[in-house]
């Protein structure tokens, strides 16, 4: 079944794109941005030969040339295709480059569509063995496009261990599951807080809802990512975990999430 819907002629290949992973989330807030880039830096890291490009499809809300700090226009090239930015050896496109950051994005529709669609295709990847996308947060109309115009070599779901960002988080895993896009696993983010003063540990949304729900979908739980200081530190300086401080525990988690995927 799966075959089939990858050869249906809808589904056209991302040109010089070999893997398309899809990050996506049920609600926002959960770390979806934060683990799509980490990601994408882990899949780097373990093996520096692969060629790894992230896409911010986070239209209303993107966040990736941030957290990647990148600023600026994507210059054109000699076919008329945007050249994507690129830090830490990742070329990036994101809606942050083609809009000023106080803008409100506020296109409906066809409109926010045709921006996915030139996001997507209106690029020169060059040769990419990964594509990691950051979706936008929810099961709408965007989403569902994305899953259904390219071919999409799995999905990786993030949720806290919250109850509401796991019900959300099934949706995300339902839809997936319509339109065939196989489902790789669930991250866990935010699941475990430990006192930098005193060690203690304490599970703040709860502590092992994301392996249950996993557990119940039939998924894998790819990877499991505390609420540490540094992530969201490192986030807000443009510098994330995996590339500025490699040998901590939480650029550990990252990497493993990227090997497991
Ligand atoms: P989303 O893309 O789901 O809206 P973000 O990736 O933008 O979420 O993360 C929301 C906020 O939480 C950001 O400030 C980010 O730095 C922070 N954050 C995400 N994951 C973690 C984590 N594991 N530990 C600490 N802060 C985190």
Redesign the pocket.
Known sequence: KQQMARGLPKHKPVSGVEHVIVVA?G???????????NLALGLLANDPSRSVGLLDA?VY?P?VHK?MNLQGHPELSDKNLMIPLRNYGVPCMSMGFLVEDTSPIVWRGLMVMSAVERLLRQVDWGSLDYLVV?MP?GTGDVQLSITQNIPIAGAVI?STPQDIALLDARRGAEMFKKVNVPVLGLVQ???V?QCPKCLHQTHIFGSDGARQLADTLGVELLGD????????????RGQPVVVSSPDSP?AEAYRKLASAV
Not at 31 to 36: I, L
Not at 226 to 236: A, K, Q, V, Y
Request: aromatic share 2%; no cysteine; glycine share 12%.
């Open positions: 989330s609600k926002g807030g959960v770390g979806k941005s934060t683990t799509a880039v986070d809300g966040s957290l950051d947060p993030v983010n935010m699941s807080f990512i505390p609420l540490h200081l540094n992530i969201r530190e490192t986030s807000d939480e």
